[in-house]
């Protein structure tokens, strides 16, 4: 199924803060470096990230807020996302309440569509977008681990359209251990805190 992102409410350039949405293939591994990233900087405040709305049961694989369709389609309509898309038969959607982290100066992560960016970085002020990649017979390995309804098949063929040129400003190739992209995955988010300089380590525990 073709993803498509839905229309979202109008609004001036929200910041100073940033989004950083990470995009990629099923497979990838997004889910597994964002949380090595929320692990190492769970410390830290100034960093937020997004648990999503779906309209599916959260599982090992993936941990979010569950809707029916018709709640979600509610929730949609009365304003409740900054930002939603359907894929995959399925809503997704990023509560509006992280619209006020990134006006606060904080840093957002959240997976996303990459059907969703363009939208984004019509409506925040910051946008960064992190491709994670991985070839494609490591992306069929780690999907036949999964219990899904869809296809391997099917997810690998969408994987193979993922348009990443002009799109990424940063890509991570997953091919190692969870800590070593997770630890990629980090350091950008580090330098979306602080973009004219690497922050130091012990600068983490400052944040607010």
Request: glycine share 8%; hydrophobic share 50%.
């Amino acid at each position: 199924m073709s993803e498509a992102s839905a229309p979202i409410r109008s609004a001036a350039s929200i910041g100073p803060g940033a989004l950083v949405l990470v995009v990629g293939p099923s497979g990838a591994g997004k889910d597994t470096l964002i949380s090595v990233a929320r692990s190492r900087l769970s410390g830290a405040p100034r960093f937020v990230f997004a648990r999503r709305i779906v309209t599916r049961p959260s599982s090992a694989w993936e941990e979010h807020d569950t809707l029916t369709p018709e709640a979600f389609a509610a929730a949609e309509q009365a304003g409740r996302f900054c930002l939603s898309w359907r894929a995959h038969e399925l809503s997704y959607g990023l509560p509006a309440r992280l619209e006020d982290d990134v006006r606060a100066g904080r840093v957002v992560v959240a997976n996303v569509s990459r059907s969703v960016v363009g939208a984004a970085r019509a409506r925040f002020a910051r946008v960064i977008c992190v491709a994670v990649t991985a070839p494609l017979e490591i992306l069929a390995a780690r999907l036949a681990a999964r219990t899904r309804g869809d296809s391997v098949g099917d997810r690998l063929a969408r994987a193979d359209s993922v348009a990443l040129a002009g799109l990424a400003d940063e890509v991570i190739e997953n091919v190692g251990e969870p800590a070593s992209g997770g630890a990629m995955l980090v350091e950008i988010l580090q330098r979306a805190a602080w973009p004219a300089e690497r922050p130091a380590p012990d600068r983490l525990s400052a944040l607010s």
